[in-house]
């Protein structure tokens, strides 16, 4: 792993001020896919959450086809750097919302969301129990922003003991029936590049961190910076895993260099974090 800091001059006065002020000043803003999860398994990228629905044998053959129709359309909107962000903004949505779509269609039900999670087809980062104690030890808020399915995020932490009480996650709320047949999702759709307008305040959390100014965000691109979007922070350090493999493009290395204050290569584990946070408070 290599350690990126870009200012270290910053990162060493706001590391003074969050030890002045406490834990009860703090909390921590994540990114779940490829942040808290590793990006790469056994050489190969690994899936993000919704993404194992679509790549399993879980719903139809005809599910299948369509899922992967959509992903060969929208993906490389998404990849593509000709084309504008508000473009590549309402193409996710529409992707997102066709997908969300196509899952009601295809009778997705909640006993299957937790067999597929069941499988572990993703890998979470080394420490991070380490990394959800130090938060539950020190009652500091850890909110995981996420475009992945609520539901299925709540089960990995479930099924590994990390959903504690103050752990707060605002990812896409799946409605199910009586019979746990999803129907529908809860708005706004949350996808990978509109977190700027996904704001803190118009949620529950908020009444519990609007005090807690004092503000780590972690995610794994350019995007996630937008977690914090409409929240009055007093400071912010922002860490950044640049998954990329070597050779990492010199052009996103130079974006991770805007964005993030501390930029993390190899695709590792959460001890740098947890060792930052040991050695602060």
């Not at 139809?60 to 490389?76: C, G, I, L, R």
């Not at 039900?109 to 572990?120: C, D, L, P, S």
């Not at 501390?262 to 060792?275: A, R, V």
Request: glycine share 4%; hydrophobic share 40%.
């Amino acid at each position: 792993m290599d350690t990126i800091i870009t200012q270290p001059e910053k990162i060493e006065k706001i590391k003074k001020q969050w030890r002045e002020e406490g834990c009860d000043r703090f909390h921590i803003l994540v990114d779940f896919d490829r942040t808290l999860t590793y990006a790469f398994v056994d050489g190969q990228k690994s899936p993000t959450v919704i993404a194992q629905i679509r790549n399993g044998d879980y719903l139809s053959p005809e599910y299948n086809t369509k899922a992967h129709a959509m992903f060969d359309h929208y993906a490389p909107i998404e990849r593509d750097p000709n084309i504008s962000w508000e473009e590549k903004n309402t193409a996710m949505r529409q992707w997102w919302a066709e997908h969300f779509k196509l899952l009601v269609d295809s009778g997705l039900t909640k006993e299957t969301m937790i067999k597929i999670v069941a499988q572990r087809t993703l890998k979470l980062r080394a420490d991070i129990k380490e990394f959800f104690d130090w938060a539950k030890e020190k009652n500091v808020p850890i909110i995981i922003m996420s475009a992945a399915p609520q539901t299925m995020i709540e089960q990995y932490l479930k099924q590994e003991g990390l959903l504690y009480p103050n752990v707060h996650i605002i990812a896409n709320a799946m409605n199910f029936d009586d019979t746990g047949k999803f129907v529908g999702i809860t708005e706004p759709i949350i996808h990978s590049l509109n977190k700027y307008e996904i704001v803190l305040k118009d949620f529950p959390i908020f009444e519990k961190t609007k005090d807690r100014t004092n503000v780590l965000l972690i995610g794994d691109q350019i995007d996630d910076v937008g977690m914090i979007e409409g929240f009055s922070y007093k400071s912010l350090l922002k860490i950044g895993f640049l998954n990329d493999p070597e050779p990492i493009d010199p052009t996103v290395a130079k974006q991770f260099e805007k964005n993030y204050d501390i930029i993390l290569t190899g695709d590792p584990g959460l001890k740098y974090i947890n060792n930052l946070l040991r050695e602060t408070f």
